[in-house]
Nanobody, 124 residues
Framework: QVQLVESGGGLAQAGGSLRLDCAAS????????MAWFRQAPGKERAFVAA???????YYDDSVKGRFTISRDNAKNMLYLRMNSLNPDDTAVYHC??????????????????WGQGTQVTVSS
């Protein structure tokens, strides 16, 4: 089992940058596939980016080229570097973890463990 705690959210101006951190507790962090999802007001939670246990990465088209997902297995940490932010990036961002390999990387149903979320607000 793994517990996840996000940090690093806040207020940014359009065009600015933020980095989100996700601290994982528990054993065998390196064996988990990790992801970031976000939920904007009035919308369903949506996939942002993922990084697998073997460091393969995946991005939603809306963030490709602007966001970078990474992990540090020695520190049990997951990161999301967000550049060129725009107001459409405003949402609560959640990190998620799974050891299931059989479902789509992009589907929230694949992920067994979730953090409580961190708010990102981008002003125009």
């Amino acid at each position: 089992q793994v517990q996840l705690v996000e940090s690093g959210g806040g207020l940014a101006q359009a065009g600015g940058s933020l980095r989100l951190d996700c601290a994982a507790s528990g054993r065998s962090f390196s064996t988990y596939d990790m992801a970031w999802f976000r939920q904007a007001p009035g919308k369903e939670r949506a996939f942002v980016a993922a990084i697998n246990w073997d460091s393969g990465t995946y991005y939603d088209d809306s963030v490709k080229g602007r966001f970078t997902i990474s992990r540090d297995n020695a520190k049990n940490m997951l990161y999301l570097r967000m550049n060129s932010l725009n107001p459409d990036d405003t949402a609560v961002y959640h990190c998620a973890a799974t050891r299931l390999r059989s479902r789509s990387t992009y589907s929230e149903s694949r992920y067994s463990y979730w953090g409580q979320g961190t708010q990102v607000t981008v002003s125009s």
